[in-house]
């Protein structure tokens, strides 16, 4: 450091100048004033105003000196005082220019009541990276005055040549902070100084291009919702008028609208009410809209209109019939309830009690059995219109009692739009899944379903939205399920239930033949006398490559048949017309999946050895084959108890505890060595472990599997059983008979053991299956160890 001065400091609160800077400073100040005029005093110059001096050819210098929170930097700014004189409004002002950096010593009083420093020159530093840094701010500095229209300061800038002149340029600019500009005054190296004052510009330089974005985007909405709303009023003007000219300004006249419509009294009385309130209603609040779509909801609702019913009984069965082989019970049911309301209307007896009596029939069965397109024939048949509702996995009561219409975007529920859909109050609407539909946080929509299935409540129904009472006594409502279980007992117990087990073979190829094989020749671009399939081809694809309780498998299983035949013909290997016959079917499908065990070898037969049975269950895709398996621990690998794999569920757990328990005690009254019992561990299983097994109708084929492993006889092939047992030998009914008969059909059972108690069930089994069948009832566990177990042979091997 060189050439001391001793110069007048100028505090500044909160501020810094930098060199370069031109500054005006209020002389009003205290400390302001007498430093001007303590450095006047020292340089000779003509008096402008009265006590204060300048224009002098040697300038009056001061230092300005930084004061941030009462304390001085340790560099200030050399200033030379330029002028001084009156501001507009009378005040006096001087004039301040920045010269150069100083180091500020030891302050002190002075003479004219102002404080004196001697201040030391400070030399700056520079390296080759200055001049290019130099050159990049002022790119920024000059990009920031194109921005804010500074175009007279462009030119000065450019010709400022030295990087340290251009690294103080930041000291004008208003978007750095006191401290940030201390920093750059106490900043010796330029490089430094300008690469901070570079960074700092450039981060007000992307914050000022977001800020315009935004600005620019929210001017260009302002316009466009101006624009919009003027468009919108001459639209409105310009339909005003031609509506006037033509007569169709009606439409929008709610209240001539729905005074001409016939609505009940109630629902009128509401909707004029708020057509009321839609009068009073500014054009631009939201509620308007509101309005307008609850009275076109309620003016769509045909609540007078109602299609008269079919009442030709005969017609009806032809109809049901002609769509559906089988499933007479069904169309039994829609029957006895078209007679009774043919006989009621022809007596002029009219609703019963004053009020129509909605049938709400639940169709039960696993997939496949034709329940959704069962509610289609019976629409037909009743002469009605048919609106079907899905209900699987919807888990908001607001599907089915719709929104309130304080929400944003409320609908009504889903029977309200089937009914608005169907355009009629008696339609045949189908609840779809209903045992698909959940629950959590939102509501149970099944508790929703409790009114709107109610005959007794139905005809008062108020959904959410409306807010008006809907009769729906009138409508005949059609629910489906595939398992009644997750069904809620109140919920079930205002349904009649009609169980749709499963189709025979028989009506497999009834329904193949008359309505799959048409249906999917259309979808393949084929016609009937393309491609013909026999009935012993159909009766192979439901017993070997199918096996289920519906047809959905077998569709898809004659779409593939008829796809192979297609490819063939593209490609000239084959010739139309074709027939497919039994023994044709492995070229298009392959080997057969499901081989009735019958007809296996006796090596290959899952009860071929001792310890295996073969019982019947009941699942969600109808009735099934179960086999449970059996089998002794080696004596010496010390194990004992009971062992049970499988997925077992708490029910087939306690029917296998039982079993044991009932051969522990009774197995010497039936010839079997107890002994092995008690010392050896048993293990049972029920194989497909990944699938999840329970009930009740496993007891009895534990105990035969049990006892087929103690005595070393072999369960017969072609028997299947179901019926639980007690701890003293009686096997208890079960349920699901008339499901697990046609399961053992279609596995190619031949004899079929049931508890006696379930004798009653088999009325309602096809006589088809019964006389293919040889049922047994029984009553106790010996007569189905006589019935299921092979005759005692000296060649047949022993329990160890």
Request: no cysteine.
């Given at each position: 450091?060189?050439?001391?001065?001793?110069?007048?400091?100028?505090?500044?609160?909160?501020?810094?100048?930098?060199?370069?800077?031109?500054?005006?400073?209020?002389?009003?100040?205290?400390?302001?004033?007498?430093?001007?005029?303590?450095?006047?005093?020292?340089?000779?110059?003509?008096?402008?105003?009265?006590?204060?001096?300048?224009?002098?050819?040697?300038?009056?210098?001061?230092?300005?000196?930084?004061?941030?929170?009462?304390?001085?930097?340790?560099?200030?700014?050399?200033?030379?005082?330029?002028?001084?004189?009156?501001?507009?409004?009378?005040?006096?002002?001087?004039?301040?220019?920045?010269?150069?950096?100083?180091?500020?010593g030891r302050i002190a009083d002075g003479p004219g009541g102002a404080r004196w420093v001697?201040?030391?020159?400070?030399?700056?530093?520079?390296?080759?990276?200055s001049g290019q840094l130099s050159t990049e701010y002022k790119a920024v500095v000059i990009?920031?005055?194109?921005?804010?229209?500074?175009?007279?300061?462009?030119?000065?800038?450019?010709?400022?040549?030295?990087?340290?002149?251009?690294?103080?340029?930041?000291?004008?600019?208003?978007?750095?902070?006191?401290?940030?500009?201390?920093?750059?005054?106490?900043?010796?190296?330029?490089?430094?100084?300008?690469?901070?004052?570079?960074?700092?510009?450039?981060?007000?330089?992307?914050?000022?291009?977001?800020?315009?974005?935004?600005?620019?985007?929210?001017?260009?909405?302002?316009?466009?919702?101006?624009?919009?709303?003027?468009?919108?009023?001459?639209?409105?003007?310009?339909?005003?008028?031609?509506?006037?000219?033509?007569?169709?300004?009606?439409?929008?006249?709610?209240?001539?609208?729905?005074?001409?419509?016939?609505?009940?009294?109630?629902?009128?009385?509401?909707?004029?009410?708020?057509?009321?309130?839609?009068?009073?209603?500014?054009?631009?609040?939201?509620?308007?809209?509101?309005?307008?779509?609850?009275?076109?909801?309620?003016?769509?609702?045909?609540?007078?209109?109602?299609?008269?019913?079919?009442?030709?009984?005969?017609?009806?069965?032809?109809?049901?019939?002609?769509?559906?082989?089988?499933?007479?019970?069904?169309?039994?049911?829609?029957?006895?309830?078209?007679?009774?309301?043919?006989?009621?209307?022809?007596?002029?007896?009219?609703?019963?009690?004053?009020?129509?009596?909605?049938?709400?029939?639940?169709?039960?069965?696993?997939?496949?059995?034709?329940?959704?397109?069962?509610?289609?024939?019976?629409?037909?048949?009743?002469?009605?219109?048919?609106?079907?509702?899905?209900?699987?996995?919807?888990?908001?009561?607001?599907?089915?009692?719709?929104?309130?219409?304080?929400?944003?975007?409320?609908?009504?529920?889903?029977?309200?739009?089937?009914?608005?859909?169907?355009?009629?109050?008696?339609?045949?609407?189908?609840?779809?899944?209903?045992?698909?539909?959940?629950?959590?946080?939102?509501?149970?929509?099944?508790?929703?379903?409790?009114?709107?299935?109610?005959?007794?409540?139905?005809?008062?129904?108020?959904?959410?939205?409306?807010?008006?009472?809907?009769?729906?006594?009138?409508?005949?409502?059609?629910?489906?399920?595939?398992?009644?279980?997750?069904?809620?007992?109140?919920?079930?117990?205002?349904?009649?239930?009609?169980?749709?087990?499963?189709?025979?073979?028989?009506?497999?190829?009834?329904?193949?033949?008359?309505?799959?094989?048409?249906?999917?020749?259309?979808?393949?671009?084929?016609?009937?006398?393309?491609?013909?399939?026999?009935?012993?081809?159909?009766?192979?694809?439901?017993?070997?490559?199918?096996?289920?309780?519906?047809?959905?498998?077998?569709?898809?299983?004659?779409?593939?048949?008829?796809?192979?035949?297609?490819?063939?013909?593209?490609?000239?290997?084959?010739?139309?017309?074709?027939?497919?016959?039994?023994?044709?079917?492995?070229?298009?499908?392959?080997?057969?999946?499901?081989?009735?065990?019958?007809?296996?070898?006796?090596?290959?037969?899952?009860?071929?050895?001792?310890?295996?049975?073969?019982?019947?269950?009941?699942?969600?895709?109808?009735?099934?084959?179960?086999?449970?398996?059996?089998?002794?621990?080696?004596?010496?690998?010390?194990?004992?108890?009971?062992?049970?794999?499988?997925?077992?569920?708490?029910?087939?757990?306690?029917?296998?505890?039982?079993?044991?328990?009932?051969?522990?005690?009774?197995?010497?009254?039936?010839?079997?060595?107890?002994?092995?019992?008690?010392?050896?561990?048993?293990?049972?299983?029920?194989?497909?472990?990944?699938?999840?097994?329970?009930?009740?109708?496993?007891?009895?084929?534990?105990?035969?599997?049990?006892?087929?492993?103690?005595?070393?006889?072999?369960?017969?092939?072609?028997?299947?059983?179901?019926?639980?047992?007690?701890?003293?030998?009686?096997?208890?009914?079960?349920?699901?008979?008339?499901?697990?008969?046609?399961?053992?059909?279609?596995?190619?059972?031949?004899?079929?053991?049931?508890?006696?108690?379930?004798?009653?069930?088999?009325?309602?089994?096809?006589?088809?299956?019964?006389?293919?069948?040889?049922?047994?009832?029984?009553?106790?566990?010996?007569?189905?160890?006589?019935?299921?177990?092979?005759?005692?042979?000296?060649?047949?091997?022993?329990?160890?």
């Amino acid at each position: 450091m060189s050439d001391t001065r001793l110069l007048p400091v100028l505090p500044l609160d909160d501020d810094v100048v930098l060199p370069g800077m031109v500054v005006p400073l209020d002389l009003n100040e205290g400390d302001t004033r007498a430093a001007v005029e303590s450095a006047q005093a020292r340089t000779p110059a003509t008096t402008s105003l009265p006590g204060i001096r300048s224009g002098a050819a040697n300038k009056a210098e001061v230092l300005i000196v930084p004061r941030v929170h009462g304390e001085y930097a340790e560099l200030g700014t050399v200033a030379t005082v330029e002028r001084v004189g009156r501001v507009p409004g009378g005040k006096t002002a001087v004039l301040l220019r920045g010269t150069g950096r100083a180091a500020v010593g030891r302050i002190a009083d002075g003479p004219g009541g102002a404080r004196w420093v001697h201040a030391d020159d400070v030399s700056e530093s520079t390296d080759d990276r200055s001049g290019q840094l130099s050159t990049e701010y002022k790119a920024v500095v000059i990009s920031l005055l194109q921005q804010r229209g500074g175009w007279q300061m462009i030119d000065a800038v450019q010709q400022i040549e030295q990087p340290s002149a251009v690294a103080d340029l930041s000291g004008n600019a208003p978007y750095l902070t006191t401290e940030q500009k201390l920093e750059l005054l106490t900043t010796l190296d330029v490089s430094a100084r300008l690469e901070k004052a570079l960074e700092w510009s450039r981060e007000y330089l992307a914050e000022l291009e977001v800020t315009d974005t935004i600005r620019k985007d929210v001017q260009e909405g302002m316009d466009k919702q101006q624009k919009e709303f003027l468009l919108r009023r001459q639209l409105e003007a310009i339909r005003k008028e031609l509506g006037e000219l033509d007569g169709s300004a009606e439409d929008d006249d709610y209240r001539a609208r729905v005074e001409a419509a016939e609505l009940p009294e109630a629902v009128k009385k509401a909707a004029l009410a708020e057509v009321d309130k839609l009068e009073r209603t500014s054009e631009q609040s939201p509620e308007g809209g509101w309005i307008r779509t609850w009275l076109d909801t309620v003016l769509e609702l045909p609540w007078n209109e109602r299609t008269e019913d079919s009442y030709d009984i005969a017609a009806a069965r032809a109809v049901l019939d002609a769509d559906h082989a089988g499933l007479d019970d069904v169309k039994e049911r829609i029957i006895e309830y078209l007679a009774v309301r043919k006989r009621r209307a022809e007596s002029g007896l009219g609703p019963v009690g004053g009020r129509r009596s909605g049938a709400v029939l639940a169709l039960a069965g696993p997939p496949g059995v034709g329940k959704t397109s069962l509610g289609e024939s019976v629409a037909k048949a009743m002469g009605r219109t048919f609106v079907r509702v899905a209900l699987g996995g919807i888990r908001d009561e607001a599907e089915i009692r719709g929104h309130r219409r304080t929400y944003v975007g409320a609908l009504p529920g889903r029977i309200v739009r089937a009914i608005k859909e169907a355009g009629s109050m008696n339609p045949v609407v189908l609840l779809d899944e209903i045992d698909k539909v959940g629950a959590d946080y939102r509501g149970d929509p099944t508790a929703a379903l409790l009114e709107v299935l109610d005959p007794e409540q139905n005809h008062t129904f108020r959904d959410h939205y409306l807010e008006v009472e809907l009769d729906l006594s009138d409508v005949v409502f059609l629910a489906t399920a595939n398992a009644l279980e997750t069904v809620p007992a109140p919920l079930l117990d205002r349904m009649e239930l009609v169980t749709l087990d499963g189709y025979t073979e028989h009506e497999k190829v009834t329904i193949a033949r008359d309505h799959l094989l048409p249906r999917e020749l259309e979808r393949a671009g084929l016609t009937s006398g393309d491609v013909t399939l026999t009935d012993e081809a159909f009766g192979r694809i439901a017993a070997e490559y199918t096996r289920e309780a519906g047809v959905r498998d077998a569709n898809r299983t004659i779409a593939k048949v008829l796809r192979k035949i297609a490819t063939k013909v593209a490609l000239d290997e084959l010739a139309l017309p074709v027939t497919v016959d039994a023994d044709g079917l492995e070229t298009y499908l392959g080997r057969p999946r499901h081989v009735p065990e019958s007809s296996l070898p006796e090596s290959t037969q899952r009860t071929s050895t001792p310890g295996v049975a073969t019982g019947l269950a009941v699942t969600g895709a109808g009735g099934d084959v179960l086999y449970i398996e059996a089998s002794l621990a080696d004596p010496e690998s010390g194990s004992t108890g009971l062992q049970l794999t499988g997925q077992l569920g708490e029910v087939m757990k306690e029917s296998a505890q039982i079993a044991l328990s009932y051969l522990r005690s009774r197995g010497a009254e039936l010839e079997l060595p107890v002994s092995d019992l008690k010392d050896r561990g048993i293990h049972v299983h029920v194989p497909a472990g990944a699938v999840p097994k329970d009930g009740p109708s496993a007891g009895v084929t534990m105990t035969t599997a049990l006892a087929s492993l103690l005595s070393g006889r072999m369960v017969r092939t072609d028997v299947a059983m179901t019926g639980e047992v007690s701890l003293t030998g009686r096997v208890l009914p079960i349920g699901g008979v008339k499901q697990k008969l046609l399961a053992a059909h279609r596995a190619g059972m031949k004899t079929v053991i049931i508890p006696q108690r379930n004798e009653p069930d088999l009325d309602d089994v096809p006589a088809e299956v019964l006389s293919q069948l040889d049922v047994h009832p029984v009553a106790n566990v010996r007569e189905v160890l006589e019935l299921a177990l092979t005759p005692a042979s000296a060649e047949l091997p022993q329990a160890a």
